[in-house]
């Protein structure tokens, strides 16, 4: 138990040590909001390791571009102008979500346009298995059925 | 109804559309992000040379000829892979510029006296502030700019003799040739 929280206490440290090291230099008392900053930092990717964000990356590029996005902000700049300035430079893959535009629309709709085919094949689907139950087979050929089915000498046997 | 071959055929014909489009996936390399640089104008800049301190490099020497912008470092270990391709392309007649990107002077200076010096001149970008304007994320990386300093290509990581030989001289040629 005491190992356990030990180990929790040295792992909840090491991570808050990573955190610190990615915003330690930055000065908030100016023109820059922290929550503002973190937040656009979030929405953007880092290049060199991929699946993790600007504030999370501890790559020299994010370190240079958490500099960057600075003092974009200190000069005033708002979020817009400061993602487009990233996106002239990286592209749209340095966001996180990328802008709907021709070349993303498939991208945008695709999950939508899916959903709605799998929902009519599904109606589809439900309509025939709903005639076939009722077109299959006429009056006789269902009493026959049932003769057959309930009156199976094999069955009977199996069961006892 | 639907004729009953054209029931059976609809998944294998989804399936094999799917497995192809995967498949061609497999293939791209996730690092290599499209640049939105291409087609554009140089990104300007005013850098001090790497060896003669006295002078100014700028997006305007690339004007009225066909050249390349290779982004290297001392401490990047497959720029020193990449070196004797460049050297091979500099004996060819290519106009080679180098953007030293975050490097120490001194460092890189021994670098081009002991491996060879393909570059008609060097930037040296200390604080790698011209490399986020060119998009750099990842050295090396090589930009192909034509004479009126478009950029019309760019080579993520180390070149290879097949981008060489398939992408990059082909492109210089026909850019050349554009001239005429």
């Not at chain 1, 929902?119 to 439900?126: A, F, P, Q």
């Not at chain 2, 109804?1 to 054209?6: A, D, H, K, L, N």
């Amino acid at each position: 138990m005491l190992r356990n929280t030990l180990a929790l206490i040295c792992l909840a440290s090491c991570l808050n040590l990573a955190w610190a090291a990615g915003l330690e230099s930055f000065d908030f008392s100016g023109n820059v909001e922290e929550q503002r900053y973190k937040d656009l930092l979030a929405e953007v990717r880092c290049l060199v390791c991929q699946n993790q964000s600007l504030i999370d990356s501890d790559a020299d590029l994010a370190h240079d571009l958490r500099l960057e996005v600075y003092e974009l902000m200190d000069q005033g700049r708002d979020d817009t102008e400061i993602r487009d300035f990233l996106v002239a430079r990286y592209g749209d893959f340095v966001l996180y979500e990328p802008p709907i535009k021709p070349s993303t629309y498939l991208l945008w709709a695709g999950p939508f346009v899916l959903l709605a085919l799998g929902i009519m094949m599904l109606i589809r689907t439900i309509r025939q298995r709903r005639q076939l139950q009722e077109s299959q087979f006429s009056a006789e050929e269902q009493e026959r059925l049932r003769q057959l089915l309930g009156n199976n000498p094999h069955e009977q046997e199996d069961r006892q | 109804m639907m004729p009953s071959f054209v029931r059976y055929l609809t998944p294998l014909v989804l399936f094999l559309a799917l497995a192809a489009l995967l498949y061609k996936g497999l293939a791209l390399n996730p690092r290599e992000v499209p640049s939105p640089l291409i087609g554009k104008p140089a990104p300007e800049f005013s850098l001090p040379e790497l060896k003669d301190t006295s002078r100014q490099l700028s997006h305007s020497d690339f004007l009225g000829k066909v050249s390349l912008l290779n982004v290297w470092a001392t401490w990047c270990v497959s720029c020193r892979a990449e070196h004797p391709l460049l050297m091979q392309l500099a004996r060819q007649g290519v106009t080679i510029y180098g953007l030293d990107y975050k490097d120490n002077r001194e460092d890189a200076k021994r670098w081009l006296q002991r491996f060879g010096d393909p570059y008609v001149a060097n930037a040296f970008d200390a604080d790698g502030r011209v490399g986020i304007d060119w998009g750099v994320y990842g050295t090396p990386e090589t930009f192909v700019i034509d004479q009126r300093g478009i950029i019309r290509h760019k080579h993520i990581g180390p070149l290879t003799q097949e981008a060489i030989q398939g992408e990059i001289l082909p492109l210089i040629k026909k850019l050349k040739e554009d001239k005429g």
